[in-house]
Structures are given as C-alpha cells and as structure tokens.
C-alpha cells in the first residue's frame, strides 16, 4: 500500500497550462483505468475533477483534463485561473481492492 | 443533495479508543461501498478502510490493521469506526466518503467535511 508518487509542487502563471504526473505500478495505476484526482483548499473536503482516468463530473470545468500511460497517470489543467491554486491529490483503485492515494501536489498560481 | 456528516472526534491520550460516526443523506445510503480517509496536518491523504454496501465486505489500510473496525447500519444511514489502541499517529482530519458508483469502492465521488482526532499525553 505504498503511496502513488507526485510532484511535491508545480506552478503556473494565470492562462497558462500545467500538468501534474502521478506514477504508480501495475497493481494499481497500470493495472486499472480506476484513476481519480482530487482539489484540496486549505481547511476544507477533498472535490473530485477527474475520474475513471479521464471523466469530469458535472459542474467540473473543461479546463481539467486526465491522461494515463502504463503506470502513470496525469491530470493537466488549461489556461490557469487564480483559483485552481490548492493541493491535488490522485487516487488509483489497487489490487487488494483498495484505494490509494498519491503524495499531493501543492499548485501556485503566480 | 448529498451530505456526509462526521462527528466524534476528540482529544485522547495514546491507548484509548474512539469511535467516530458518519450521518449519510441525499443518496441510497445502503446500496453504496463508503469509505474512511484521514489527512494528517502536513501529510498526505490515507485511504484507511472501506465496508460494501452490505456490510460483508470489510477492507483496512495496514497501519490500521486490526485495531480500527468499520461498521455501518444501513436502516439509520450511518457508517462508523472504531479506533483502538490509538497512537500518535494516528492524528489526523477522519474523513467519511462515498463510492462514486453504487456497489463499487473503486473510486470516491463526496467527501465530508471531516473530524478531528488528536491522540496526544
């Protein structure tokens, strides 16, 4: 049960697009299209953006968007707006039919 | 409107126990696997443990390993978990979150607001 291995921080100047990595293994993100990621502000619950890999839920900007490639999964966001600075956290279904988390990437926007 | 209310958090000395509650609305609380995720300040996410919908299906993170059990009781829409032999490190946000898709725990969509427990001397 080993952490998902992000980025500690990015950062991207406003209109600009960045993308967040989130390497696992084949147990878990390589092994499943069950890739989640998650947006953090200080203080308050977790907000799903991105789901099975590369789904939005409704009310989730276009802007979000999430990629996989074997073992690593990624989440890009496009033309960055102030308020996309938080933590992101991806998730990945496991093999021992669990759930694990990625480290988290702390986002400035500058 | 799906809201996931947590509660029982405290301050409590190492050893001790807790239990933590979860009250579950807007959704068909009984048809969903739910979840426990603690966030401990300065740290990372924790997936901690997951119950399916029934109850008959039961997972736990190895840090937790046979000192937290979940439980639920689907006819009052609440889930619960049972901390014992509290460490230090076991500090941290609890959060109470539901599976995206009923019947699956493959990923979670709502999270609540989360409950503090501090295990301190």
């Known amino acids: 049960q080993s952490a998902l291995t992000q980025p500690a921080s990015v950062s991207g100047s406003p209109g600009q697009s960045i993308t967040i990595s989130c390497t696992g293994t084949s147990s878990d993100v390589g092994g499943y299209n069950y890739v989640s990621w998650y947006q953090q502000h200080p203080g308050k619950a977790p907000k799903l953006m991105i789901y099975d890999v590369n789904n939005r839920p409704s009310g989730v900007s276009n802007r979000f968007s999430g990629f996989k490639s074997g073992n690593t999964a990624s989440l890009t966001i496009s033309g960055l707006q102030a308020e996309d600075e938080a933590d992101y956290y991806c998730s990945s279904y496991a093999s021992s039919s669990t759930l694990v988390f990625g480290g988290g990437t702390k986002l400035t926007v500058l | 409107e799906v809201q996931l209310v947590e509660s029982g958090g405290v301050v409590i000395q190492p050893g001790g126990s807790l239990r933590l509650s979860c009250a579950a609305s807007?959704?068909?609380?009984?048809?969903?696997?739910m979840h426990w995720v603690r966030h401990a300040p300065g740290k990372t996410l924790e997936w901690v443990s997951l119950?399916?919908?029934?109850?008959?299906?039961?997972k736990y993170a190895d840090s937790v390993k046979g000192r937290f059990t979940i439980s639920r009781d689907n006819s009052k829409n609440s889930l619960y978990l049972e901390m014992n032999s509290l460490r230090t490190e076991d500090t941290a946000f609890y959060f109470c979150a539901k599976a995206r898709i009923p019947v699956s725990g493959t990923s979670i969509d709502y999270w609540g607001q989360g409950t503090l427990v501090t295990v301190s001397s």
């Open positions: 807007g959704f068909t609380f009984g048809e969903y696997t």
């Open positions: 119950i399916s919908w029934d109850g008959g299906v039961t």
